[in-house]
């Protein structure tokens, strides 16, 4: 049972436009959400979070949104460069207690010139 | 952040031979965890590291394949016992404080078994 998905295996947009990358998730007692961006034969890298209490979290080029009614959130990336290309994976956690997290399947950006 | 180093990097494994992998923080952490990647698969929690005491595994991982060690609060091992080609993962070590705050990644040990 996949509890954490990213429907899009990956994604391709061109420099300088908005990347959008979605993610859905089944458990309602998830309350803390994570964006990692790993690059091959590397660990992945914290980009930005999101707690259950905001719906709506920015960072420089990076936002976070969560819907939590619909148990939804998306990451946006503007202006996307290349240097963004790479694999983006959400994650969730559900007990801060253990920072125990779920990990979506990932989706794979490529931002080209 | 923390910095978090692992060894090997990087290794080719004998079918049936176990390999112990590394993990050294630059802090003392509260929380210690062992995650594999499969390829082309997600992220997957084999088990928490617990200081002192036995590791907490995830449903489908046991002991006996994935022997953990934590012996302080800035250390830990991850054993692969009796490796087969399905073992043939990167295995990452992740470090983070409690109550949600982020949670950081080694740089991951890619082994190939054959």
């Known amino acids: 049972d996949q509890q954490v998905k990213q429907n899009s295996p990956s994604l391709s947009v061109q420099e300088g436009r908005i990347s959008i990358l979605n993610c859905d998730y089944t458990n309602s007692m998830f309350d803390y959400f994570l964006w990692y961006k790993k690059y091959p034969a590397e660990g992945p890298t914290f980009l930005i979070s999101?707690?259950?209490?905001?719906d709506k979290n920015e960072d420089g080029r990076f936002t976070v949104f969560l819907n939590k009614s619909a148990k939804h959130l998306s990451l946006h990336i503007v202006p996307s460069q290349p240097g963004d290309s790479a694999v983006y994976f959400c994650?969730?956690?559900?007990?801060?207690?253990?920072?125990?997290?779920?990990f979506g399947t990932g989706t794979r950006l490529q931002v080209f010139p | 952040s923390a910095v978090i180093s692992q060894k090997p990097s990087r290794d080719i494994c004998q079918r049936g031979t176990s390999l112990t992998i590394q993990c050294q923080v630059d802090s003392q952490v509260t929380m210690m965890f062992w995650y594999r990647q499969q390829p082309g698969q997600s992220l997957t929690l084999i088990a928490t590291a617990n200081q002192g005491s036995e590791a907490t595994y995830e449903s489908g991982f046991v002991i006996d394949k994935f022997p953990i060690s934590r012996p302080n609060l800035t250390f830990s091992t991850l054993t692969v016992s009796n490796m087969s080609p399905e073992d043939s993962s990167i295995y990452l070590c992740?470090?983070?404080?409690?109550?949600?705050?982020?949670?950081?990644f080694g740089e991951g040990s890619w082994l190939t078994v054959v």
């Open positions: 992740s470090v983070g404080p409690s109550s949600g705050n982020t949670i950081y």
């Open positions: 999101i707690s259950s209490i905001k």
């Open positions: 994650a969730a956690s559900a007990d801060h207690n253990t920072d125990k997290l779920i």
